[in-house]
């Protein structure tokens, strides 16, 4: 019997039904290559490493892509999804803006910068990206429940693609979360769970209720391997938006470091399917000093991650035990990147620097991304000379906290002409 013939008998066993997972052709463990049938599963069985997609791709050409919907479905072929995907409520996630950022690249000292701005995407954040490809294998593989643990956008998106696709959703918060992003949840979902604990914590949680109950599809744990391919499309975004070419150099933030692993994935295979040029490219990781392991690994030399417990405004990236930081650390020090932190005030001004050079509006992930940006060209770790692009990850509403203590009127004065003269802006 062929090994076709043997993979589809198992598909039928498993109740799940022939082409649910598009090109993929199995989970591959990261650490030692084996490979099981594609299902719930997301840790190797011979060796605890994680699992990854791995794929038969077909050829695939600009066209075929460009002649896509304006959303991530574009890349289906190149994502753990069916063929028939856009016919399955979601939320079309993705194809967001790639800005030149001429302001920001002069106030630098930069030749040439990009900002991906992932904040407008359906719950203003990256995360809808992941939670729209790990909404597909869920209702792939009949679960009962969408659940996840959170820092928060996850939560978001989690809530909002649950409700459009009409499934039932649970979703788990640490209790001391901003409050715009509670709200962001509970708004969607009857079911918002906040924890007394840190991220880490809620995590430890998920996977021992992933354990317990049957059909709960948790998105970052026993569909983490569908839902980081979701992670890709910025990548395959960026290049597509740059007219079918890779960046010089690339600054991405860290919280599990799955973001930035997938996108040097996308990158890779984008050449790999002669899709662009293959040349060489630099991934630079961003962390807050307030839960910076991967940074502080990175800067020691060494291959372990020592976890840490998380202090920082940046509470999307607050992860003191990331999953993908030993990955993070092999991106970074292979294309010749690094991976840096900068400080809540570094954050906080970053936050502002972006939105008075360019008027976008990002959260503490997106100021962390920025401030690591200027410190990497203060500090001549980063070429002013090559072209950047720099990825703006969330939205500056979810917290408005962060700075509005440093931002807000000039002056409250009577409603004459002659206060307002008083103030010296006429
Ligand atoms: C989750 C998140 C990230 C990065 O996530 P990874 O776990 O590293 O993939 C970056 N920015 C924001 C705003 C996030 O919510
Ligand atoms: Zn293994």
Redesign the pocket.
Known sequence: MSAAVVESQDAQESGVREGAFGNARALSCRECGHEVELGPHYACSECFGPLEIAYDFPQVTREEIEAGPRNIWRYKALLPVPTDIETSPNTEPGFTRLLEAKNLAAELGLTRLWVKDDSTNPTN???DR?VACALSAARELGSKVFACPS????ANAVAAAGARAGMKTVVFIPSNLEQPKQVNSAVFTESLVAVEGNYDDVNKLASEIAGEEDGWAFV?VNVRPYY?EG?KTLGYEIAEQLGWRLPDQIVI????????T?VHKAFQELITLGLVEDKPYKVYGAQAAGCSPVSVAYKAGVDAIRPVKPDTIAK??A?GN?A?GIYVLDVCRQTGGAVEDVTDDEVREAIVLLARTEGIFT?T??GT?VGVLKKLVESGQLDPELETVVIN??HGLKTLDAVAGSVGPVATIAPSYAAFAATGLA
Not at 253 to 260: D, E, F, K, N
């Open positions: 954040s990256f995360k992941v820092t928060g956008n996850l970052n980081a992670s933030p860290v919280a599990s470091g799955s973001q930035l997938k999307s990236l992860i990331p993908d959260e992930a997106g991304t990850t969330g």
